[in-house]
Structures are given as C-alpha cells and as structure tokens.
T-cell receptor, first 113, second 112 residues
Framework: KAGVTQTPRYLIKTRGQQVTLSCSPISGHRSVSWYQQTPGQGLQFLFEYFSETQRNKGNFPGRFSGRQFSNSRSEMNVSTLELGDSALYLC????????????FGAGTRLSVL | DAKTTQPTSMDCAEGRAANLPCNHSTISGNEYVYWYRQIHSQGPQYIIHGLKNNETNEMASLIITEDRKSSTLILPHATLRDTAVYYCIVRPYGGATNKLIFGTGTLLAVQP
C-alpha cells in the first residue's frame, strides 16, 4: 500500500507570493491533517479535514487555508507569504477506527526568500 | 489534552536497550499514551500506544505505571537507525478529531 504522498518535496518562493501544497492520503483514509514544523515552534497543528469538511483548525492566520476533495486528496494554500512561513509542512492521514494513529508524509520544505 | 514532560536528549549505545521516559501526571481516565518518532528530515512515524496495560509490538514496548502518571518507551536493541526525536503524546482515543499536540520530544542519539 502506498504511503502518504506530498508534492512538491521542495519549494522556493518569495515574500508576497502564494503557494499551494498537495497531499494524497493512503488509499481508504478519509481524514487528512496538516502540520507546520519550524525550529522555533516545533510541530504545530494547522487544520484537519474529514469527508471534505474542515473539522478542526489550529491557531494560524487566515492566510493559511486548505481544502479536501471527494477522493480525500487535500491541498493547503498560503497566501501573501512571509519569511516566517519557511517551514516543513507535513500532511498526515488517518483511517477510521484506528484511534488517531496518524500516518505522515515526508513533507514539503518551503523556503520563503 | 494532558501535558507531557520528556528529557531533552538521551544517549544509548548501539545494541543496548533505550528507555525513554515520559511524565504525564495530569492524564485523564480516557486518555491514551501515544509515541511517535521523527527521524531527521522525515515525517513523524507512529510507534505504539496504550491505555494502562503494558503494550508490545514489533518496534517497541510501552510500560505505563499503575497510577498512569508516567510511562517508558523501550527500544530493546537500539540501532543507529533509531536515532530520532521521540514524542510522547497524551490524548483521548478516537473522538471527533485526530489532532495531535506535539511537545519538544526527546532526541535519542544511538552511539556506535
């Protein structure tokens, strides 16, 4: 079974631009969560989607948004990029009935110049 | 979700058991203990979870004290590939969200 796939793996953007990151969960998983990891703040929860609906959101500004499609694939978007948005963005999927066990992708490393 | 406390770093000799402690003195009755690890530049990886009984799988063993205020993750024969940051997370099993709250974790360095 294929794991969680995140694309692209690396991305370089400049301040003010916007970016879209993609996540394909493990087949059959309907829940997708996004996390941001920085050296200063560690791993922080961004948001979670289940059956195309956002059901939980972390403490991030409105520039961070996401969505989930009917095939459970998810995208997250960051508008008006700031230098502080440079981070590793991780996606995790979770199967129903496995009690919050998250399966993480390798992440997308975003650098904002 | 209950707060956890872990040592910042630990060393272990290759081939020896690695014992990683976690304090969770405010754990609630419905909260489980989950362990994840993150090898450098990779996504976190689930290891094991438990409620009150000791648990073992192919990766590790989890020992939870009788009062459930602390636990220990045991890697029985550590290898260099076990060098990683280990996170102890306490949260309810199931529920309306899969959100995980990560602390700072323990950096385990396995020495040759």
């Amino acid at each position: 079974k294929a794991g969680v796939t995140q694309t692209p793996r690396y991305l370089i953007k400049t301040r003010g631009q916007q970016v879209t990151l993609s996540c394909s969960p493990i087949s059959g998983h309907r829940s997708v969560s996004w996390y941001q990891q920085t050296p200063g703040q560690g791993l922080q929860f961004l948001f979670e989607y289940f059956s195309e609906t956002q059901r939980n959101k972390g403490n991030f500004p409105g520039r961070f948004s996401g969505r989930q499609f009917s095939n459970s694939r998810s995208e997250m978007n960051v508008s008006t990029l700031e230098l502080g948005d440079s981070a590793l963005y991780l996606c995790a999927s979770n199967p129903a009935g496995e009690g919050n066990i998250q399966y993480f992708g390798a992440g997308t490393r975003l650098s904002v110049l | 979700d209950a707060k956890t406390t872990q040592p910042t770093s630990m060393d272990c000799a290759e081939g020896r058991a690695a014992n990683l402690p976690c304090n969770h003195s405010t754990i609630s009755g419905n909260e489980y203990v989950y362990w994840y690890r993150q090898i450098h530049s990779q996504g976190p990886q689930y290891i094991i979870h438990g409620l009150k009984n000791n648990e073992t799988n192919e990766m590790a063993s989890l020992i939870i004290t009788e009062d459930r205020k602390s636990s220990t993750l045991i890697l029985p024969h550590a290898t260099l590939r076990d060098t990683a940051v280990y996170y102890c997370i306490v949260r309810p099993y199931g529920g309306a969200t899969n959100k995980l709250i990560f602390g700072t974790g323990t950096l385990l360095a396995v020495q040759p």
